[in-house]
């Protein structure tokens, strides 16, 4: 059947539409990514992200961000029970960290924060940043301390529903890495898998 004029106006109306729908989309899309992006459509310093936080390390000292004071931080949030993404994560900071000479690494402390402090106490959590060179912190504490870390990171975390009922339960979670300033302030984070080598431009960036 032949198009009559009417069709072809609503035709032409629809790819309109379309048009409109896509490039409304990747513009949502931009201001999205490029907010949360390393670089930062809004600019780092505006993004309210991260401050105080009082934790337990690995040793059962009560921290604060003040002890880390003066450094750059880089900061993950996970679980050791996780059994592939975290291990992942803290390994490519290790990776990152390494690629730093020496002089450059006594400026940034790596940080590993459990959200799921309730079996991630002090000596598994010992046990476990050692797999990641000497220099990670592991920091845990209570439930309701985790709890407000995550909260000022604005990091999300909850025990996965399939599992919520076994002693072996996994934990969904939020799985960036932030990179923090010497003031505590956040400067930028990395997607899941990011390159070391991206990381490591970005604290050399900072120094
Ligand atoms: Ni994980």
């Keep these: 059947m032949a198009d009559n004029p009417m069709k072809r106006g609503l035709k032409r109306g629809l790819a309109l539409a379309l048009v409109l729908a896509v490039a409304l989309g990747g513009f949502a899309a931009w201001r999205y990514f490029s907010r949360g992006g390393q670089i930062g459509g809004m600019g780092a310093e505006q993004i309210q992200l991260g401050g105080p936080f009082t934790l337990v390390d690995q040793d059962g000292k009560t921290v604060t961000e003040k002890d880390f004071a003066g450094r750059l931080m880089l900061v993950y949030f996970g679980y050791t029970f996780c059994p592939d993404v ?25 940080v590993f924060i459990t959200v799921d ?11 476990y940043v050692g797999n990641f060179g ?11 301390q985790v709890k407000a870390a995550a909260k000022a990171y604005r990091v999300y975390y909850a025990r996965s529903k399939e599992t919520a009922g076994s002693s072996d339960y996994l934990m969904d979670h939020s799985g ?5 300033g010497r003031d505590d302030r956040y400067r930028a984070h990395f997607r899941p898998a990011a390159d070391p080598q991206s990381i490591a431009d970005k604290i050399r960036a900072l120094l």
């Design 86 to 110: 975290c291990p992942t994560e803290l390994a490519n900071m290790a990776a990152a960290y390494d690629l730093l000479k020496p002089e450059e690494q006594k400026q940034v402390q790596l």
């Design 117 to 127: 402090p309730e079996r991630d106490t002090t000596q598994v959590l010992k046990d």
């Design 134 to 144: 000497n220099d990670m912190v592991g920091l845990g504490g209570s439930a309701e």
């Design 176 to 180: 960036f890495v932030y990179l923090m």
